[in-house]
């Protein structure tokens, strides 16, 4: 960390009058950010019906074909709420929705959220055993599938609990002028839809901000996705925090959204961030580094929505015409690392970067409200940074028993107070949520959810990002989870052992997977078997590009893979005699690691 990315009282007295214009929005987003009242009728519906009545002729959502506004998508989302409450969904239904980035899957999530329904937001990466667990882990009423991921569910489909749950179709074209025909024993929900009434359900009034509005599913720390939940309380902070203090996005402007609608990251940052301001969001199915400026250009956006990973594909790209005085003007997002932020904000000439901290199960979030460099940002949320052992992997508690809290930019633990200001609404799985909260931290009876993340205080209740704890890692704007890869490694023929943990490549952002692995006797590493086996079994960002084979797997005393040796010797052919591979980019098989070729990707010879 650099000094001078600490905030003294001073800095930041001096940094605030170039935000007094916008003080007046920022306090109503602190009031959004602050409601207690869980009753409070506030919600996602309740906050696209006002977008609807500021803003109607305004443009709501576009792509490369199509641009409605905000009163007829509105009334798109009526219509199928209509449709839902007629197919017998009620108030608190888990509904699966599985589709691509499209206007369509918008208007879905729009409609439940009328109802007081719950959207499950299947990721449409997920295959095999993952994509069953997925769907068998939330028991959903009713099932809505995009016709381009019927394939990926017809897979798995046997595997149900429930196969009779009813299923509903969306075909992948423009829905609002052709709903299609759907495939045997499929309902056509955009046809069941197209008749209904356009005015708001009185349902919308009744979703209250403790009700669920989206679960969100997230690799955690052990094993198969968990099902976090998304209140609309949540929601309403989101839209508070990004979309009146983070953001001062308007009617006239354009939010480029390329993050997949399965994350938190679009439906809840993003989203909210263009309905406080009646801004519009230009959607694509997927990012595309070579295809952004040509439509940040085609779409006049002034912002868009980013990983870190996004801004380093961008800056990797040659220099291309449309980036010269585009547009953009800001952009909200998290894990853009210090080591680019400043070249990525002179290159593209980017005014405002609204980084912020926030997990799908949390009750914390940090937004870059006031524009610093380097930082996640501000948050009124009551929150701490304890030490850390990082060797035994444990809080450190004194001799009274309670935590130890860091000094300012030192790295520790970031733990946030459960309270009926900022209440924990966890998983779906009780016992999930309970794992996660520290009990007794600064005194008796008290309870802290505990974010797995390392952080430091660079003052003025700012903090800087370090790093994620326990066994996730980050890699391509997914969390891997260890043990699930643990799970498929130790499946494939020869493997007795399987430890995975997240290794740092030069010039990319997170870390990617590695794996030490001991073998049968007898056995030798087939390198382009293993490649195609993690190709069938694992999403690409969370197969292992490095894999180490060990004579013995070293544990604790409670079973558990001792992994800090292991991530500390990383690739690296000279801090061990153990035989390493890697998968190069663009392969189909693991090939022998040795000293040349771990130069050559230190000087970054290769794009991972």
Known sequence: MSQTDLISPIRFLAHLPQHLPRVPRMLRGLYYAGIRNREKPLSLAWALQRAARHHPERPALMDEQRQINYRDFNAWANRLAWAFKREGVRHGDVIAVMLENRLELLAILAALSKLGAVGALINTTQRGKVLAHSFNLVEPRLLVIGDELLGAFEEIAEHLHDPHARRYWVADQDCLVDAGRPPSGWANLMQLGSGQAQDNPPDSLRVRMKDACFLIYTSG????????????????????????????????????????????????????????????????????????????????????????????????????????????????????????????????????????????????????????????????????????????????????????????????????????????????????????????????????????????????????????????????????????????????????????????????????????????????????????????????????????????????????????????????????DDPLYVRLPDTAHFQRLDSTLHAAITRQDYRF
């Open 221 to 576: 720390t052990t094993g198969l996705p968990k099902a976090s939940i998304m209140s609309h309380g949540k929601w309403i902070k989101a839209y508070g925090g990004f979309g009146h203090s983070g953001l001062t996005l308007n009617a006239h402007d354009v939010l480029y959204l390329t993050l997949p609608c399965y994350h938190n990251n679009a439906v809840t940052v993003c989203w909210s961030a263009a309905l406080a301001g009646g801004a519009a969001i230009a959607l694509r199915r997927r990012f595309s580094a070579s295809a952004f400026w040509s439509d940040v250009a085609r779409y006049r956006a002034t912002c868009f929505g980013y990983i870190g990973e996004l801004c380093r594909y961008l800056l990797n790209q040659p220099v291309h015409p449309a980036e010269q005085d585009n547009s953009l003007r800001c952009m909200i997002g998290n894990g853009l690392r210090p080591s680019i932020w400043a070249e990525f904000k002179q290159r593209f000439g980017v005014q405002q970067i609204t980084e912020f901290y926030a997990s799908s199960e949390g009750n914390i979030g940090f937004t870059n409200v006031f524009n610093f460099d380097n930082t996640v940002g501000y948050t009124p949320a009551t929150y701490a940074i304890v030490r850390y052992d990082l060797e035994n992997d444990c809080v450190l508690r004194d001799t009274k028993g309670f935590l130890d809290k860091a000094d300012k930019g030192e790295a520790g633990l970031l733990i946030s107070e459960i309270s009926a200001k900022w209440p924990f609404d966890g998983y779906t799985d009780p016992a999930k949520s309970e794992s996660v909260i520290l009990r007794n931290v600064f005194k008796k009876g008290d309870a802290w959810f505990n974010t797995g993340d390392l952080m430091r205080d660079i003052g003025c209740k700012h903090a800087q990002f370090v790093d994620r704890l326990g066994d996730t890692f980050r890699w391509k704007g997914e969390n891997v989870s260890t043990t699930e890869v643990e799970n498929v490694l130790g499946a494939f023929p020869g493997v007795e052992d399987a430890v995975v943990y997240g290794v740092e490549i030069p010039a990319t952002n997170g870390r990617c997977g590695m794996a030490a692995l001991r073998l049968t006797p007898g056995s030798d590493l087939d390198g382009a078997a293993l490649a195609s086996y993690l190709d069938a079994e694992l999403p690409a960002y969370a197969a292992p590009l490095f894999i180490r084979l060990l004579g013995e797997v070293e544990t604790t005393g409670t079973f558990k893979y001792k992994k800090t040796d292991l991530k500390q010797a990383g690739y690296d052919p000279a801090r061990s």
